[in-house]
């Protein structure tokens, strides 16, 4: 299941911060050596200033209770600084925690800045060591802190590169405390920044890139990030991006719309964008909707259905586990799976004016009741326009149906490789068809 692995493609993109979590999940998931994944994290830590934690994981990786001096040396390095700079940034940071001051603030920078300066004594320089107290408590893991200084430094700084920057911080910072709502109002505002910036075309292409990865921690959390993440990857200059550098990203497109009821109008654009990448990018699930859309081979896409699910269950954005009453499920699988049936049947159907639920069900791969039950639900559920002949054991179609019957059995008539399944899917309808004149 490595070989599906995006961890490795998607790092460069995070910040290293972002990172541990994936490695967290890899390690529960042992799709690789747990040294390994051990020795990624002694790695990333090596240059944040998350020291205790490296000694940590240092012991545990070599069984020993003696961490390397350079570790300990490099904790009082970080000590020290932590209070130089924490003494540097007193003058604001006592200020800014000081409520009745802050209620001093307006919502004009220059009044702010003139009024510090004259009142308390706080000059440019004071906000400037802001900055780096709060970007070094970030590194030492404190993201709780970082984050309020950052949200109030970008109240104070005139400085648009630097501002900037904080924003990104403190959309880390969100993230890895999972505030998926402020995380996601911090996004948005990154997102505007981005688009009106006066940088080179490049330079947003990367940034968008970088954005359009953080986000997937959002999305796949918060409770309306399944619609959030189609609206953001489908606008033009964030799909330019993908489809320029970042490919792999159109797993995690692909899977918001097969479980996104809402956004089925967006699959037709889908899998236009998953054939012209077909030779850069695929996954099972990219293939999947090609084997259903693109060659309507039904075989092929139950086997890739099968991959799919240990895919997801693989997959750090798509894998989370849920606890439900004892039981541990992944219902982003759940979904996907129902969702995917779903697909298989519809295309089924448009192909079939009368079919035959034994063989529908093995399609499906459900017992011959489930399917039954499976089309009643959607029949009753009006979203299905046929009927059920439980004495033939068909799901006879409605008529709006024949047209496209037609046009893709005219449509996939040449194409030698698919041949053979058509065939005898038309047989089989055929014979069904004739047996219900018969009668
Ligand atoms: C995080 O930073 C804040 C602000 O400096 C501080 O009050 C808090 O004690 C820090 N938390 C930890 C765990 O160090
Ligand atoms: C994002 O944009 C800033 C300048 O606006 C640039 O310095 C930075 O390198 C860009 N990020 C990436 C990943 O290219
Ligand atoms: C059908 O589903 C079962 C689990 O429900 C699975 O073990 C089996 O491999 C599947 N068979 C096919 C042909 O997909």
Not at 212 to 217: G, K, P
Not at 385 to 399: E, F, L, N
Request: with cysteine.
């Amino acid at each position: 299941m490595a070989q599906y692995d995006l961890t490795l493609t998607i790092a460069p993109y995070l910040d290293r911060h972002l990172v541990f979590p994936l490695l967290e999940f890899l390690q529960e998931k042992q799709l690789y050596a747990d040294d390994q994944i051990l020795k990624a994290k002694i790695d990333l830590l090596a240059k944040t200033n998350m020291v205790d934690y490296a000694v940590d994981i240092y012991k545990s990786l070599y069984h020993t209770e003696y961490p390397l001096q350079e570790m300990l040396d490099r904790r009082t390095e970080v000590m020290e600084r932590l209070k130089y700079l924490e003494d540097l940034a007193a003058p604001l940071v006592s200020f800014l925690q000081n409520p009745s001051l802050v209620q001093e603030l307006r919502p004009d920078k220059q009044y702010n800045l003139q009024m510090l300066h004259d009142r308390f004594q706080i000059r440019t320089e004071h906000i400037e060591a802001l900055y780096q107290f709060a970007k070094f408590q970030f590194e030492c893991g404190n993201y709780s802190g970082a984050g309020d200084f950052l949200y109030q430094y970008r109240t104070l700084c005139t400085n648009v590169d630097r501002s900037f920057s904080a924003l990104w911080g403190k959309l880390a910072a969100e993230i890895l405390m999972q505030n998926w709502d402020v995380a996601v109002e911090e996004l948005n505002r990154l997102k505007e920044t981005i688009d009106s910036r006066p940088d080179s075309p490049l330079t947003q292409l990367k940034n968008r890139t970088w954005l359009m990865h953080w986000s997937l921690f959002i999305f796949f959390n918060h409770e309306n990030g399944r619609n959030g993440i189609i609206d953001l990857f489908f606008q033009d200059k964030y799909l330019n991006a993908i489809q320029t550098n970042a490919h792999h990203l159109l797993r995690y497109l692909a899977t918001s719309i097969i479980i996104n009821k809402r956004r089925r109008n967006m699959l037709k654009e889908l899998i236009k964008v998953i054939q012209q990448e077909h030779y850069t990018y695929k996954d099972p699930i990219t293939e999947f909707l090609e084997c259903l859309y693109v060659d309507y081979d039904f075989e092929g896409a139950q086997q890739k259905l099968r991959e799919c699910e240990e895919l997801i269950v693989n997959d750090f954005f798509l894998g989370k586990q849920v606890q439900e009453n004892g039981y541990v499920t992944v219902p982003l699988r759940d979904e996907f799976l129902e969702n995917a049936r779903l697909f298989i049947f519809e295309t089924y159907c448009r192909i079939h004016q009368c079919i035959d639920i034994g063989i529908l069900s093995q399609k499906l791969n459900m017992t011959y009741g489930e399917a039954e039950r499976w089309i009643v639900n959607l029949i009753r559920n009006a979203r299905l326009d046929a009927k059920i002949d439980s004495q033939m054991g068909t799901v006879v179609m409605g008529t709006q149906h024949s047209n496209v019957y037609e046009q893709i059995i005219e449509k996939t008539k040449q194409l030698a490789v698919r041949s053979y399944v058509l065939a005898n899917n038309v047989a089989a309808t055929s014979s069904t068809i004739q047996a219900s004149i018969a009668r």
